[in-house]
């Protein structure tokens, strides 16, 4: 007969039980660098089932390693579990490491991709799953690095010899092409659809929603004090009942934007790193806390800064 705290840790939500492990685990690695013992010792019968389940769900196919995320296959047929690291990349393709950088990004990212979600922008993103971890649909992405740009500033300010911080009389969008080999080289959009990267239909949705991401960003960063200079925004395709959609994929966070503050023009973003300025994991929090996300405490007890005109 099964005890009472069987019944309850049997029909305990999946990926409740697979927050607990991982963050045992980091605890774990913090103690003796190294990964959780494989059958650790349990004073409570109901914690060997935790780890017997977890164990199993925590066995998951690694679909693609990207910079700054790994992608798995997800619980259901149609969805990735996307992991968010500490790893990041470097203007000169070094390698560096922000601690915690994947935990924030992934509350951030959660928060804005939910903003977006909620105003009719067709997003990826269905929940988050633990610190590290959130749901997604699987897309087909489009191999398109979009940018939007507000304000001059990085290869914008190089190329044409403008100085950085200049606003812009409106806001630009740019086309690259995804690929670490090539290092992104900037293209048209008669280059997409030449090569048959996207059609005109898809790249007219594209830039449609670009601008509505940027505008609708750029609003809520300036109710808590933060100017959006520039964010970068991947795009994805995604059968439903036998019509296409287009839809925002990846992420939007400190690695994707580049955040100001409105009244010193401090840097908040991987720029920080980049340019060797330091205080590069504050600098992330900051934007988090100005959102209102900070706190581990679920992504629904911060209502967050309204949205300014």
Same mark, same amino acid.
């Given at each position: 007969?099964?005890?009472?705290?069987?019944?309850?840790?049997?029909?305990?939500?999946?990926?409740?039980?697979?927050?607990?492990?991982?963050h045992?685990?980091?605890?774990?690695?913090?103690i003796? =660098?190294?990964?959780?013992?494989?059958?650790p /010792? %349990?004073? %409570?019968?109901?914690?060997?089932?935790?780890?017997?389940?977890?164990?199993?769900?925590t066995?998951?196919?690694?679909?693609?390693?990207?910079?700054?995320k790994?992608?798995?296959?997800? /619980? #259901?047929?149609?969805?990735?579990?996307?992991?968010?690291?500490?790893?990041?990349?470097?203007?000169?393709?070094?390698?560096?490491?922000?601690?915690?950088k994947?935990?924030? =990004?992934?509350?951030?990212?959660e928060?804005?991709?939910?903003?977006?979600?909620?105003?009719?922008?067709?997003?990826?993103?269905?929940?988050?799953?633990? &610190?590290? #971890?959130?749901?997604?649909?699987?897309?087909?992405i489009?191999?398109?690095? +979009? !940018? !939007?740009?507000?304000? $001059?500033?990085?290869?914008?300010?190089?190329?044409?010899? &403008?100085?950085?911080?200049?606003?812009? /009389?409106?806001?630009?969008?740019e086309? %690259?092409?995804?690929?670490?080999?090539?290092?992104?080289?900037?293209?048209?959009? #008669?280059?997409?659809?030449?090569?048959?990267?996207?059609?005109?239909?898809? &790249?007219?949705?594209?830039?449609?929603?670009?601008?509505?991401?940027?505008?609708?960003?750029s609003?809520?960063?300036?109710? !808590?004090?933060?100017?959006? $200079?520039?964010?970068?925004?991947?795009?994805?395709?995604?059968?439903?009942?036998?019509?296409?959609r287009? &839809?925002?994929?990846?992420?939007?966070? /400190?690695?994707?934007?580049?955040?100001?503050?409105?009244?010193?023009?401090?840097?908040?973003?991987?720029?920080?790193?980049?340019?060797?300025?330091?205080? +590069?994991?504050?600098?992330?929090?900051?934007?988090?806390?100005?959102?209102?996300?900070l706190p #581990?405490?679920g992504?629904?007890?911060?209502?967050?800064p309204?949205?300014m005109?």
């Open positions: 007969m099964k005890s009472p705290m069987s019944r309850l840790i049997s029909a305990a939500d999946e990926s409740f039980l697979h927050s607990v492990v991982l045992l685990d980091t605890c774990y690695m913090k003796d =660098n190294a990964r959780a013992p494989t059958n /010792p %349990y004073k %409570y019968p109901w914690a060997e089932q935790i780890h017997d389940k977890t164990h199993l769900m066995r998951r196919r690694q679909i693609f390693e990207g910079r700054a790994v992608l798995f296959e997800g /619980p #259901e047929p149609g969805t990735l579990v996307q992991h968010f690291k500490d790893d990041t990349s470097l203007r000169n393709r070094a390698r560096g490491v922000i601690t915690g994947g935990v924030i =990004n992934n509350r951030i990212s928060y804005l991709m939910s903003k977006l979600g909620d105003i009719g922008v067709p997003t990826h993103f269905l929940r988050r799953l633990n &610190m590290r #971890e959130q749901l997604i649909r699987e897309v087909e489009i191999p398109i690095e +979009v !940018v !939007v740009r507000n304000v $001059v500033a990085g290869s914008l300010a190089s190329r044409f010899g &403008m100085k950085e911080g200049t606003p812009l /009389p409106r806001s630009i969008v086309f %690259y092409y995804k690929s670490q080999e090539l290092d992104a080289p900037l293209i048209t959009e #008669e280059h997409i659809t030449a090569f048959g990267w996207a059609i005109p239909p898809e &790249m007219d949705e594209i830039m449609s929603l670009s601008l509505r991401v940027n505008d609708f960003l609003g809520l960063f300036l109710g !808590v004090g933060i100017r959006l $200079v520039d964010v970068r925004l991947e795009f994805g395709r995604l059968w439903e009942n036998d019509q296409l287009i &839809m925002l994929a990846d992420e939007i966070s /400190p690695d994707s934007c580049r955040l100001w503050d409105m009244t010193s023009n401090e840097i908040l973003d991987k720029d920080r790193l980049d340019q060797g300025l330091g205080n +590069v994991e504050e600098a992330y929090q900051e934007v988090a806390r100005r959102l209102g996300i #581990e405490s992504p629904t007890d911060h209502k967050g309204a949205v005109q």
